[in-house]
């Protein structure tokens, strides 16, 4: 082993302190430090991270900096360099079971961190999958196809229309169902898109991703995968759909309807959820629950509409008091089609805004209103600042979430320029994207600490 490699990306303080104690990367180590004794295996760094802290994979499997400085002993147990080459098998084929196309677009839904280079590696081949979630070919006969390499950040109109033309073609060639595998981050900006831009699909599209990396012992990813092929191999639910654990635990998986769901938590594995509604259906690794009926069903013949076209130059502005009208103005001085605003309460702006809202209309500038408050649906009729805004030309959008809001009106502002022809593209539904009502349980948020919820909640934490 070369200098550089016994202490790969460490430097400054915390390489000072690894000499010291003539300790190196991928020891095994039991470190005393000012606050308390620490045992795992020192990791390699990143030659940007910064030079104040050793990084040790702990028993646990979790990963901790330690302060340099805090450090007064490093005992060197052993070495133990790992490299999580990720086992290839072949994938056995069944002909007595369904295909399924699982659509790679850059989300880490099955890979390893490689320890030794800091680099991801993907698991994406039937025989890597296979190897790393070997249960995948007690359901399916899968086939993969990477379309993308970006993080969910860097998704926008060429990703979507690209996998929207993918399903297309798969569906045409006869798959039983779709997965998608997807970043986090913005898999719910993609779920609505792909719901307007792929429509009467006759085949489960399922999109999926982890909260936790496949590394880590609280991974989601093997579940979340099984759980989405389970679902594009069996389920009757022909929509686009997101499939991600339901409560924190891995008792089931959730799927949402694709216009209906929203990622509501940073970290937690259970961070999507259906808003202003129920989910679809439970999914288990042993069954498939459907939750309501009014889904589209699964069918046996090829036929899907794509319709990729998309109009780039469309925002959504999130409403704050003493927002000023350069906002506005400055989105129809760059030559902006289409505005979603998220309002506040039923749907309101401040009266400023009004000389820009007036100017946008002039221009013809499609503006539709949602509500910030994500449940609930813009009631614009209810007091003046509502009525003077629909006669400034802005348009309530029911119970529409304000990012299916945006991806719709830039879908919509693909098909026309004409103000009443979007008008009706927006306000007709496609797939749920509004509904008449809530039903009684769509809104259910319980606050910890009161009584019956914490009464409620110990029977399940442990």
């Not at 309002?343 to 007036?358: D, E, F, I, R, S």
């Not at 022809?421 to 008449?436: A, K, S």
Request: glycine share 8%.
């Amino acid at each position: 082993m070369t200098a550089s490699d016994a202490y790969k990306g460490y430097r400054g303080a915390a390489l000072d302190t690894l000499k010291n104690f003539q300790a190196q990367v991928w020891n095994d180590v039991e470190i005393t430090t000012s606050h308390g004794k620490y045992t795992g295996i020192i990791l390699p760094r990143s030659e940007t991270a910064d030079p104040l802290h050793i990084v040790i994979k702990l028993r646990s499997g979790y990963n901790v900096g330690i302060a340099a400085a805090s450090i007064e002993g490093i005992t060197t147990t052993g070495r133990k360099e790992a490299h999580y080459k990720i086992p290839e098998k072949e994938f056995p084929f069944d002909p007595r079971k369904p295909r399924v196309k699982l659509f790679g677009t850059g989300g880490t839904i099955a890979s390893r961190l490689d320890y030794r280079t800091g680099a991801v590696i993907p698991a994406f081949s039937p025989g890597e999958l296979y190897g790393s979630v070997p249960e995948l070919a007690d359901i399916c006969n899968l086939e993969t196809e990477k379309l993308y390499g970006v993080f969910s950040e860097n998704m926008g109109p060429e990703q979507w229309r690209g996998t929207a033309e993918a399903i297309g073609r798969e569906v045409q060639k006869g798959v039983q169902g779709i997965v998608i595998g997807h970043g986090t981050d913005t898999m719910h900006h993609t779920a609505a898109i792909l719901s307007f831009m792929v429509q009467n699909s006759p085949v489960p599209i399922v999109m999926v991703g982890s909260q936790r990396s496949s590394d880590r012992p609280s991974s989601d990813a093997a579940l979340n995968l099984m759980h989405s092929v389970k679902a594009a191999a069996e389920s009757d639910i022909a929509e686009v759909m997101v499939c991600m654990f339901g409560p924190t635990s891995d008792m089931y998986g959730l799927l949402h309807r694709g216009t209906r769901v929203r990622k509501m938590h940073s970290s937690y594995r259970s961070t999507f959820r259906t808003i202003g509604d129920i989910p679809l259906a439970m999914v288990s690794r042993e069954t498939i629950t459907p939750l309501r009926q009014d889904y589209r069903h699964r069918r046996s013949d090829k036929d899907v509409v794509v319709n990729t076209a998309f109009e780039e130059k469309v925002a959504i502005v999130y409403y704050y008091p003493n927002m000023r009208p350069d906002i506005i103005d400055s989105l129809i001085d760059n030559g902006y089609r289409g505005i979603v605003i998220a309002g506040t309460g039923l749907g309101h702006v401040n009266k400023p805004l009004y000389p820009a809202l007036k100017r946008a209309k002039e221009k013809n500038i499609a503006v539709y209103m949602t509500v910030q408050t994500l449940w609930g649906y813009v009631q614009m009729y209810v007091y003046d600042t509502g009525r003077d805004m629909m006669e400034l030309g802005v348009v309530p959008t029911a119970n529409m979430l304000p990012e299916v809001a945006y991806m719709k009106l830039g879908w919509a502002l693909g098909q026309t320029s004409d103000p009443a022809e979007v008008n009706r593209i927006m306000l007709t539904p496609v797939n749920g994207e509004i509904t008449d009502r809530e039903p009684s349980n769509g809104y259910l948020i319980f606050q910890g600490g009161i009584p019956e919820v914490e009464e409620f909640i110990s029977r399940y934490r442990k």
